[in-house]
């Protein structure tokens, strides 16, 4: 096959990407949005989730011009690089920031669509909330796809060293990954600020009632849904994708060397990577047809059959892609003899990877298993024993996934070296256009059942809305999984690849520095952690303090006969989003760029440290906090234990409240930032790597 | 100086120890035990932690026969090594649990005798519970260097090779490491299951008072003091000291070559650590007589004098041993110069390193200071925020300890090479014999408060043991600090020696097999921790479900008029605490002989992974525990919030309770049994470094 045609056909993908997601876009706008309150509630959600992205990406902006005029100066005069690599990571940030911003857009748009459709019926409600997670999933791969690649091709004509052209790429992750950053934590912050705030405000004001209409930060709780679950995710997701793919094609450069005799383009292995993504979006939108659910059935199945189906689909298709476009076997400069058998083994030892660690997330996880129904017994006995046992179930359930992770690492290495691990994380990502989808449906249908509630829809809407929400979770659970296994593997695959180009011979970790930047790397993620626990902490209370004000000071609030000041709230969680997010972010940037200029050597370490942790204390975080929520859910469908039911309104289910509000920031700030935040590390090693050899 | 004869004369340092522990402990029997009440109260504590004792070292004896014999059969045949390293292994072991015994006996005599004193005044009381626990330090380091030192001694005049020697003498250092895992992780599991299920039960059970002498829980929980506070931190220091000890001696062999010519012993490099530790031994009965305090005065005064009086003077004879011993200059077989002077500045870097972590873990920790205040502050909304503050206190208190380490790795390595890393540490750990002291002084006083509440005698003897107990802190948290660094330095002093002893020529981390390594070695501390945690959940539960069947079934226990069954509750942590302290404990020692057995670069991997995860996650657990404990005291003593005063029995107070109660596993159990796990693992592949060759 002409490899050269198949590169240009890989933008072709983005293109179509975009354009779907338009049609789907156009499609869901077109959708009733219900009565006038429903628009009203809907807008304020939509206005406020704008304000803040605009807020945001100005902050954003500065920094991106910051760095911009670093990278462009620091690379000016070199030989095995150019300042051509600051417009990589601009736009490379641009992309990231669009895909969040149209996601988040139609989502806004979908959440109230998806409500009125569940007047209707569930089937066409779980259209709506799918079809706006679908326009989230392919603007993140479709604007990925088409960035990289456009890049990829105007470079790789300009400059004739591959080496070279792979670097001024890097920038492009770059600018994805500092983005994702930034928003994962913002949009953290500002979620769970809300939604913590909301929900204490109660406890703390007597009369106040929690998640009720009347509460003036339900609204500020809905926009975060937005920016938090839907924008930060979507920009995580981008990151993920983009260093995937290109982790890969760096290692690519030097795993596939010339074989112009045999017919196959001399960076074949550059080129592989992006022709599987390019795939992975036509397959994701050709799966996206099987979700579909009949009236009275269930929304699982047809989730699950979309994105599973999609999955296989994907596997079948990379044999044949993969031994079309690699040579069926070769000898590398190492003189290991690989083979394009290989390399599909690679991809399908990610994929099953990602696939058990999502099982084996969603049996600590889910409600009806042991760990879940152990906190739910421990809350009995108070809210303490509670918490113990929600951080003991957190920690043991990283037993299980490391070890798969670690067999992964060894197995995918064993078939095609380095290249083989950067190709697993590809092969778990590659579908990311409909997992992403199936991860951004969750936030709708939980958006709409927020909308149905404020608008005092009947019960049964609310019903309808509640099941779409709840299914989403097996099928959640394994994109979480992929999200955590690539995370590990990417960033394995990029330190590689900064080993690689900063010509560091070995890290060999009895070495003391080395060992010092061990330790200074594993500390990184308890640190950036506790800034954003912190941070929800402390914009949270404002919302507290808040939300008593506006009881104690509108007449008429507390009787439901006077409108709440919703934009208060939305302001505060939006300014302590913004404040709190500049530290913990710039921090991921500096430190390595510091570290790096002491010594390259501890900059190696740094990396191994802050991915060894950082993937620990992500699943630690993210499945406590996880177990908890559930644990929740479990004792308010009551739950018997020794004879004695337990429900809502027992202390039973308050100490399983406290559970779940520590999960709160957990699973939805501190924990998913982790993954950014080694991926970013090993991103600024990369592109500085030049520089410091 | 004659070196031999100096060698001689270190068994005699550790006789001269237990002769004064002997004298110091007859001087606590003969003090007076005060009423027949107090007698009688003070004899179940003592009788059930000898109880406790018992029954665990039943279950060591099998676990020491069964690992004496297998390390016998590997090791036989072999020319670097023999099966009498079986030997060293059982003598580190009885060592350990001797030490542990003898101080916990004198500390359930010292405990009543210091509340009998206290009833006459504070100076009395402050020393005999000083004297109890210098019993306990004074045993701890006098075990340790006999038997090291005898071992020694012996080895050294029957083998030729100081390789064999070294090699052989590592087996006492993995007796004392295992004792100690099972003792810290044993003790660890009694003193908070009784802890935790007697605070608990009076939420569970209407009626029940909690801290209350009718609570049936309450002999359990002073019995726990014992078992866990001093048995088990005695044996947790004792394997420190003894590690630290070998550590250096291992790495001192290859680091000063032979120079008979010079007139400097050959083996200088390996005398000197034992040379130290001796001289820190004298050093630590010395200081010991500097505590002392005028009635009305500050007890603080007295023992900060005592241990940074010890600290100074040892750092001022460190000079003139170093000196001493080691030549003035040589070149290692690296072609790097050394000095004699440059070793002695690694020391004294230890040592700054240990006060420094010491002063940063105190202000994470104190009640005066901004963190604990945070806790406080965020307790008025409720425990969730408490929990929040709590544990993002503990994740953030990593950063500044982390930095001071990595410093101190690199100076300390900069001055003397990994040697340099190993005699830092054990700097920080010459004077544990006065350190240990003042630890093991604070259960003591903890205990004396116990006896004189539930014997009911006047509040001011209560207030007089309250403010030893309170005084300790400071002294307390530098002590943590010097375990803490101490525990990482000779756990990378071990792994250096493995590295040396396994042959192994680099660990590069960017190999898929070291980095495997890695992330199952950085998984261990968090299922470990997981394990001790579910264990003291557990236990818990079933000490709730005693006391109400107690409160239920026994007429006149509420009243105060029939005496509770203490026995029951002794027994259920007893037989919980051996139960569960198995599998963590097997764990410890199986997991590295069998990742070494499969790779011996995977091994290398899990070493490093296990050390920067466990310092990481041992600083976050007893700083947050440290720090929720405290924020509960600050709430008691009443403190003002935007001009709202809140104190006990305020529902910021009960928020509190509830951090409190999840810190206590965290501080106690979880986080110290982590220290030990690094240096166990350590160990475990120094020993089968032949083996696995």
Known sequence: MDNQLLLYAVPLSGVIALLYALFKAGWVSKQDAGTENMATIAGHIADGAVAFLKREYKVLVIFVICVAILLGFANTGRTDSSPIIAVSFIVGAICSGLAGYFGMKVATKANVRTTNAAREGLSRALNVAFSGGLVMGLSVVGLGILGLSVLFIIYNNQFSEIGQVINL????????????????????????????????????????????????????????DNVGDVAGMGADLFESYVGSIIGTMVLGAAFVPVFDSMGVLPIAGVILPLVLAATGIIVSIVGSFFVRVKEGGNPQTGLNTGEFGASFIMAALSYFI???????????????????????????????????????????????????????????????????????????STGLPIIVLSAAIIASHQFAGLYGIAI??????SVTGIQLAVDAYGPISDNAGGIAEMSGLPSEVRERTDKLDAVGNTTAAIGKGFAIGSAALTALALFAAFRQQAGVESIDISEPVIMAGLLLGAMLPFVFSALAMGAVGRAARDMITEVGRQFNEISGLREGTAPAEFAHCVDI???????????????????????????????????????????LLAIFQSNAGGAWD????????????????????????????????????????????????????????????????
Not at 424 to 429: D, I, N, P, Y
Request: net charge negative; glycine share 14%.
């Open 322 to 396: 993969i031994t079309a476009i690699l040579p069926a076997s070769w000898t590398a400069e190492s003189g290991v003899t690989y083979t394009s058998l290989n390399v599909f083994f690679a991809v399908i030892i990610g994929l099953a990877a990602g696939v058990l660690i999502g099982l084996i997330t969603e049996y600590y996880c889910s409600t009806h298993h042991k760990p879940v129904v152990g906190i739910a017994y421990q809350s009995v006995t108070g809210a303490a024993t509670n918490i113990i046992a929600g951080l003991g179930t957190g920690m043991m």
């Open 169 to 224: 790429i890097s920038g492009f992750s770059l600018g994805a990954s500092s983005i994702a950053l930034f928003a994962r934590v913002g949009g953290g912050i500002y979620t769970k600020a809300a939604d913590v705030g909301a929900d204490l405000a109660g406890k703390v004001y007597e009369g106040i009632p929690e998640d009720d209409p009347r509460n003036p930060a339900t609204i500020a709780d809905n926009v975060g």
């Open 573 to 615: 969680s939006t300014k302590a989003a913004i404040r709190e997010m500049i530290l913990p972010g710039t921090l991921g940037v500096l430190v390595p760029v510091v570290v790096g200029f002491v010594s390259k050597d501890m900059l190696g370490g740094l990396l191994a440290g802050v991915t060894s942790s950082g993937v």
């Open 630 to 693: 559930n644990a929740k859910k479990r004792i308010e469908s009551n739950i018997e234990f020794d004879g004695v039911t337990y429900g809502k309104g027992t202390e039973a289910h308050k100490a399983a409240v406290v559970g779940d509000t520590v999960g709160d920031p957990f699973k939805d700030t501190s924990g998913p930032s982790l993954n950014i935040l080694m991926k970013l590390i090993a991103v600024v090693a990369l592109v500085i790597a030049p520089l410091i050899q």
């Open 424 to 429: 697993a994380a590809l092969g778990m990502l």
